[in-house]
């Protein structure tokens, strides 16, 4: 593989992960989905700059633990193919560990800047 020459071909590559991922990786999908409607309700709550850097960090957060989650998988795939291992398996459950760690920290996030707004709605 060759070393990216120049910023703009790194940008092109970049992109295609990113691409690739939300085409193939079903956590992905669900995360951006996800994603998208806080950012709908965080913007019809009117929320203020503060819960705005919490929210954005959050989300940025579980998309790139996400994203690393998933280039483990496939990295620990090429290397072991089809064939089980207890390392492989201990690799791909740390890497689903962390994507379930930032996710819970991410909703807890989220409760502590919706929830006092929206019991106020009611």
């Known amino acids: 593989m060759k070393k990216n020459k120049n910023f ?3 940008l092109k590559n ?3 992960g990113l691409i690739f991922g939300l ?3 079903r956590n992905i999908q669900y995360d951006f989905v996800i ?22 960090f959050s989300i940025g957060l579980v998309l ?8 483990i998988e496939r990295c620990v795939d090429l290397v072991i ?19 379930l760690i930032a996710a819970l920290a991410s909703a807890i996030v989220g409760l502590m800047i919706f929830m006092p707004k929206l019991i106020k709605l009611l």
């Open 23 to 25: 085409r193939y990786e």
């Open 81 to 99: 193919g089809s064939q089980y291992h207890k390392l492989a398996k201990q690799a791909k459950d740390a890497g689903a560990s962390a994507a």
């Open 35 to 56: 994603a998208f409607f806080v950012v709908l309700v965080s913007g019809y709550l009117k929320i203020n700059k503060v819960e705005w850097f919490f929210v954005i």
């Open 8 to 10: 703009i071909f790194a």
């Open 14 to 16: 970049a992109l295609a």
């Open 64 to 71: 790139i633990v996400e994203y690393l989650n998933s280039a």
